[in-house]
């Protein structure tokens, strides 16, 4: 084993989270902060409170992920000119239109669908609803991106000759089905966005250069080889070992992200492609659950997730309520769909407790029967899912040592419970990943970098399987339910 050193960086949609490993896998040090605002201060001031003070020395890689879908207008040294566009806004009236051009279209052929959360629609309003700070950037860029090249150049200094990774890219408007990823310039001319103010695509883990800034400097990173990173999606989808077609991984956290590796590009309509940051494609999904149920706990029950799965995991499950996860991204690709509970039932004779879980036991089991909607899809693309890995939920450490949820701390029970929830609903084989997305961002760059020969030996060096999930409770029991919600599902989108 060699003594070479990789540093990861998550950028991700509540937090940041910075680790370093040796090449056998081992974490040298690593910590993570809350974001307090989603601005580029704000991002920065959360990267200083997670990096640990014993970052190694002389890295051979560093590397970025990011949430995909968001845009950092910046000058031309990297100054943002506006706050960030974040995945999460809309903005219909440009969806609508672009939706309604050819160029679009084509591109939705090419597996790509601009609706009205992409970057491109969201450009285009900035573009007419505030023309100056449209025309006062230089860049528009991923999170990733600005990160990288923040950690890349001193203050003040242009920026030039940037790039992006191709997973990054691909929200923006990329055609990931070319042979080498590049923009679709149709679809730029259609959102009126002028394609010489985005980076040019290249391959996740490509070299960038070295970290020369005073944010370098001050992280104790300075001199470290910088390398193109991947969406915190595909960083997660490699920390679950997903490298072979028919290799499934579900990450829950925040966001429910499905992914499933294909050889070939097979449209579905509730599905989106990305180009596989190593060989082949990522077929995958994702819809807020976690923080749906993070802000009915904390907003409407004034409790914490984890006692609030507590007293889910005791309540009868006959009584609970079912939940219909919004539909912002997938399987409906409509911004205008909200949230639904059916089935809430006002019994005078439960208890306060029993009340609050049955609620929470409903949504839990709403986001698995959402996640497991996808499954079947799944297996028609690639003649059946043996195994599902699972990266559990709740306030993931990036250590490594923990048995998959929570960092080994007290909430890990209820999240434990959840995730076998999950196993039942699925009916499927599901086994543990411990939570590793700085991992997932170095693995294309760390093979680059030629710290290990391919990526299949960064990801046994890399990837760490905890076990298998023992299902809560008989799968049979939600088989007409599983039946009836994907039905449901199917009728109101296109799963």
């Known amino acids: 084993m060699t003594d070479e050193t990789m540093v990861g960086i998550d950028l991700g949609t509540s937090g940041v989270r910075v680790a370093a490993y040796d090449a056998g896998g081992s974490v040298l040090a690593a910590g993570s902060a809350d974001l307090r605002a989603q601005t580029t201060d704000a991002w920065l001031d959360a990267l200083a409170r997670a ?23 910046v000058d031309r040294t990297g100054e943002a000119v506006c706050d960030p566009l974040m995945y999460h806004e809309t903005a219909p009236e440009q969806g609508d239109r672009l939706a309604d051009t050819a160029a679009v279209r084509e591109l939705a052929d090419r597996g790509v669908t601009l609706g009205p959360t992409a970057p491109l629609a969201k450009l285009a309003r900035l573009r007419e609803r505030r023309p100056g700070a449209f025309g006062a950037a230089r860049w528009f860029l991923d999170p990733a991106a600005w990160l990288t ?14 790039r992006t990774d191709w997973t990054n890219a691909r929200k923006f408007g990329a055609d990931v089905l070319d042979r080498e990823p590049t923009w679709f310039e149709p679809a730029f001319e259609a959102a009126g966005v002028p394609v010489d103010r985005l980076p040019s695509v290249a391959a996740p883990g490509a070299r960038v250069g070295p970290a020369a800034s005073d944010l370098a400097e001050s992280l104790g990173l300075a001199g470290a080889p910088l390398h193109l990173g991947v969406t915190d999606g595909n960083a997660s989808a490699l920390a679950m070992g997903c490298l072979s077609p028919g290799d499934c991984g579900v990450a829950c956290g925040s966001t429910s992200v499905l992914k499933l590796v294909t050889a070939e590009y097979e449209p579905r309509e509730a599905l989106y492609y990305h ?13 807020e659950s976690g923080s749906l149920v993070e802000w009915v706990c904390d907003r409407l029950l004034g409790l914490p997730v984890a006692e609030a799965l507590e007293l889910a995991a005791v309540a009868p499950a006959d009584a609970a309520p079912r ?16 949230a639904a509970l059916a089935g809430l039932d006002a019994d005078p004779d439960r208890s306060r407790a029993a009340a609050r879980g049955g609620l929470v036991r409903g949504l839990a089991t709403g986001v698995a029967l959402a996640e497991g909607s996808y499954l079947p899809t799944f297996d028609d693309l690639v003649g ?70 391919d990526a299949a030996t960064a990801r046994d060096r890399l990837v760490r399987e905890v076990g298998p999930v023992e299902p809560a409770c008989d799968p049979a029991a939600f088989a007409a339910e599983r039946a009836d919600y994907r039905e449901r599902w199917a009728a109101t989108g296109r799963l």
């Open 51 to 73: 990096a640990p003070p014993d970052l190694p020395e002389d890295p051979s890689v560093l590397a970025v992920d990011s949430t995909s879908g968001t845009v950092v207008p």
């Open 149 to 162: 090249y923040r950690l890349r150049h001193p203050a003040g200094e242009p920026w030039r000759d940037l």
């Open 275 to 287: 180009r596989h940051p190593v060989e082949g494609y990522l077929a995958g999904a994702a819809f």
């Open 323 to 338: 939940f219909y996860p919004p539909g912002t991204r997938s399987p409906f690709f409509d911004a205008g769909m909200d």
């Open 384 to 453: 059946g899912v043996e195994r599902v890995r699972l990266l559990g939920g709740g306030g993931a450490s990036e250590d490594g040592t923990d048995d998959g949820a929570d960092g080994g701390s007290d909430d890990d029970g209820a999240y434990a419970w959840w995730d076998r929830l999950r196993a039942a609903v699925w009916d499927r084989p599901v086994v543990r990943v411990a939570p590793r997305t700085t991992a997932g961002a170095v693995v294309p760059a760390a093979v680059e970098a030629g710290v290990y020969p």
